[in-house]
């Protein structure tokens, strides 16, 4: 059975980059038709999704977060990579890695949790000076 865990920093600084790192155990992020996503939840807020890698390596993204958001992986560790850049303190969220069979349609519609396969606990973020 497959296992996520997400890590990083619990307190950022507002202008900095965020990075967060979802470590992937009892199956390969390369394995076909996965989509690995990165979804966060604001204090308060539903769910948001933020972006994916494919199984390929290619990625896709919220267009509202496009700008700012990377998302990249490391075949050696099995892990997945979220870099935000230029946070606020409205980056402040739940953060989370996901898997999906499939390619995640947004929508900009609210975001399920059956929308996706398996899920990390999630890991706190605050940015604030």
């Known amino acids: 059975q497959v296992q996520l865990q997400e890590s990083g920093p619990g307190l950022v600084k507002p202008s900095q980059t965020l990075a967060l790192t979802c470590t992937v155990s009892?199956?390969?992020?390369?394995?076909?038709?996965?989509?690995w996503s990165w979804i966060r939840q604001p204090p308060g807020k539903g769910l948001e999704w933020m972006g994916a890698i494919r199984y390929s390596g290619s990625t896709y993204y919220n267009p509202s977060l496009k700008s700012r958001t990377s998302i990249f992986r490391d075949l050696s560790k099995n892990q997945i990579t979220l870099q935000l850049s230029s946070v606020t303190p409205e980056d402040t969220a739940v953060y989370y890695c996901?898997?999906?069979?499939?390619?995640?349609?947004?929508?900009?519609?609210?975001?399920?949790?059956?929308?996706?396969?398996?899920w990390g606990q999630g890991t706190q973020v605050t940015v604030s000076s």
């Open positions: 996901a898997r999906r069979s499939g390619v995640y349609s947004y929508t900009g519609g609210p975001v399920l949790r059956t929308d996706f396969g398996s």
């Open positions: 009892g199956g390969s992020i390369a394995t076909a038709s996965y989509h």
